[in-house]
C-alpha cells in the first residue's frame, strides 16, 4: 500500500514513516496540510493519515480539500483531543476513522488495513480468490490448503492485485506502489515478479490467475470468493 502521513511533530512522523515502510508499504509525509495536500493530489495515495493539528492548512480542511478534489482514498485521522465533537468533526469533513493519541502503531495499522479491504470491497483480512488465500495479517499465502512462501515484493503485488480483484492494474500503476518516489525503477522486474508469481500460484497451469492485458496491465482473474 502507499500511505500518506501529514504530522507535523518530527518524531511522531519518522516513527510512523519507518515501521510503515517495515511493513513493507510505500510512504510519503509531509510535515504541514498544505504538503500533504500536494502530495495528496499528485501521488496515487491508497490510504492517509492525517493529524488535525497542523500548520499552514489545518487538518480539517486539509482533508475537505482532498475529497472537494475527488480523492477518494480512505483518511485516519489522528486527533491528540479525545473529545467527541473532533471526532465528529473529523468524519463529516471526509475521514473515515480516527485515533486519538497516545496510540499503539499496532492499532493504527489494524485500522488502515481494514480501511484498504473495506475501500477495496472485502470485509474480512482473509483475502480469497478461488483457491487462493491471502492472510493480510500474517502476510502468508495457501493455494489449495498448501502453504506458498512468497518474498516480500511478491506478497505487495499478490495483495494488491487481490484487493482490486477483477480490476485491471497497469504496470505504472504497480511501480508506484511497490516503490519508494526516489528508489531506482525498473519495469521490467514487475514482468520477472508476475512470471515468478504465477508460477507459485498456479505450477500446473491450470488455473490461470493472472492475465496479461497487452498494452492495459495485469487482472487478476480469480473470482473471489463471498464475504
Wanted: aromatic content about 6%; proline content about 5%.
Amino acid at each position: 500500500m502507499r500511505v500518506l502521513v501529514v504530522e507535523d511533530e518530527p518524531a511522531l512522523r519518522e516513527s510512523l514513516r519507518s515501521r510503515l515502510v517495515a511493513t513493507g508499504a510505500v510512504v510519503d509525509v509531509a510535515a504541514d496540510g498544505e504538503e500533504g495536500l500536494h502530495l495528496g493530489l499528485e501521488y496515487p495515495i491508497d490510504v492517509a493519515i492525517i493529524d488535525l493539528g497542523l500548520p499552514r492548512l489545518p487538518g480539517l480542511e486539509l482533508i475537505r480539500r482532498l475529497r472537494a478534489g475527488e480523492r477518494r482514498f480512505p483518511i485516519l485521522v489522528l486527533t491528540a483531543r479525545d473529545g467527541w465533537q473532533e471526532k465528529v468533526q473529523g468524519l463529516e469533513a471526509g475521514a473515515d476513522d480516527y485515533v486519538a493519541k497516545p496510540f499503539h502503531f499496532e492499532e493504527v495499522l489494524a485500522r488502515l488495513q481494514a480501511l484498504l479491504r473495506r475501500s477495496g470491497g472485502w470485509a474480512s483480512a482473509m483475502l480469497r480468490c478461488g483457491p487462493v488465500a491471502l492472510d493480510t495479517r500474517s502476510q502468508s499465502l495457501t493455494v489449495n490448503e498448501l502453504a506458498v512462501e512468497l518474498t516480500s515484493f511478491e506478497y505487495r503485488i499478490l495483495e494488491y492485485l487481490m484487493l482490486r480483484a477483477g480490476e485491471v492494474i497497469s504496470k505504472t500503476d504497480l511501480t508506484d506502489h511497490l516503490y519508494q518516489e526516489d528508489a531506482e525503477r525498473d519495469s521490467n522486474v514487475i514482468e520477472v515478479l508476475m512470471g515468478r508469481l504465477r508460477r507459485k500460484l498456479d505450477p500446473d497451469e491450470t488455473l490461470h490467475p493472472i492475465e496479461t492485458l497487452r498494452g492495459r496491465g495485469y487482472r487478476l482473474a480469480l473470482p473471489r470468493a463471498p464475504c
